[in-house]
């Protein structure tokens, strides 16, 4: 039989010394060989959904670095492609979407399309062909509220106001938005672990524009949805969830979502954080992407900080939130090397 991959190890609760490693966004435009690979794409839509281009963006940082998980090359933005809402990409400023209207909500696609994402799943097949065998494969979803906020204003927008504002004017409609969101992830997560994924994120990237007294309806419950949904049909499935901006300690986020495994952005202390998790909960993070970027002795400091914060509980490491494109080869390399300098 194999060896126990560390990433999965540690979901189970366990602390594996060193800790697997990584990173948000590792597939992307700080590596030649995606820039080359994106030239060829057209489209960024057209990139993730071709299954060739996708495998081999998401194999890339694997040959480079030996990261012990590879994350799916796609975006959260298919679940309302597939839902009937049309998405764009615009260069350097992100995507673009027809902003939903409160009558758009109530003709939104029943279920989602799941035969247009069939090329996200052609591409976690052949993934799962190349990969290491001590490399786990990470697929992922967008939390609802993040993902409602982008077919709300049309696109990323500074404090997410449009989002509020639209909760406060048409709760209904809003409610009806997360339903649909909650239903259409879990089943595009039980397929993705139909394809070969061994575990999933779901990105809260906007949690901080939150007001605190609508925390859990409009994220933590809409989440725990998914996670109680996804279990239904995936029993042992593995999930982590990356909250980004949000307040609570990690044992209150697991309880309040039934995570497997807590992602911490960089704002948090690594130590305040592993004093409030609970025995088994997975924590995930949390080196500053620019520290990274930086590298010299911030990044060794700041390696430093993460690992002895986290000393103790299971732990994988990874950034508090993605990769920036102007981020160094060379200090990724570093920074696994550091981390794996006590590994056998």
Known sequence: MSAPKPLMTVLDGT???????????????????????RAKAGSFMDFAYDPALA????????????????ILFSDILVVPDALGRKVSFVG??????????????????????LDRLSP??????????????????????????????????GRGTPDLAPSRLFAYRHPRAFQALLDRLVEASIAYLA?????????????????????????????FGPIRRIVAGLREKRPRA?????????????????????????????THDAAVAAAGSRGGLALQGNLDPLALAAGGEALLHGVERVMSGFRGVPHIFNLGHGIIPETPIENVERLVDIVRQNRN
Do not use: H
Not at 239 to 249: P, Q
Not at 254 to 260: E, F, L, N, S
């Open 15 to 37: 602390r594996v010394e060193p800790p697997p490693i990584w990173l948000m966004r590792q597939a992307g435009r700080f590596l030649p060989e995606y820039r080359a690979l």
């Open 55 to 70: 495998s081999e963006a998401t194999l890339q940082p694997i040959r480079r670095f030996g990261f012990d998980a590879a």
């Open 92 to 113: 350097g400023e992100g995507p673009r979407l027809e902003p939903i209207s409160e009558a758009g909500v109530a003709v939104l696609r029943e279920s989602i399309d």
């Open 120 to 153: 996200v799943f052609e591409a976690i097949r052949r993934v799962k062909l190349d990969l290491p065998d001590a490399c786990s494969l990470i697929g992922f979803c967008g939390a609802p509220w993040t993902v409602a906020s982008y077919m709300i204003a």
């Open 191 to 219: 397929r993705q672990f139909e394809a070969g994924v061994e575990a999933v994120q779901i990105f809260e990237s906007f949690a901080a524009a939150i007001p605190r007294p609508f925390l859990d309806a409009w994220s």
């Open 238 to 266: 593995k999930v982590i969830v990356f909250i980004k901006g949000g307040s609570g300690t990690p044992a209150e986020i697991a309880a309040a979502t039934g995570a497997d495994a807590i992602g911490i952005d960089w």
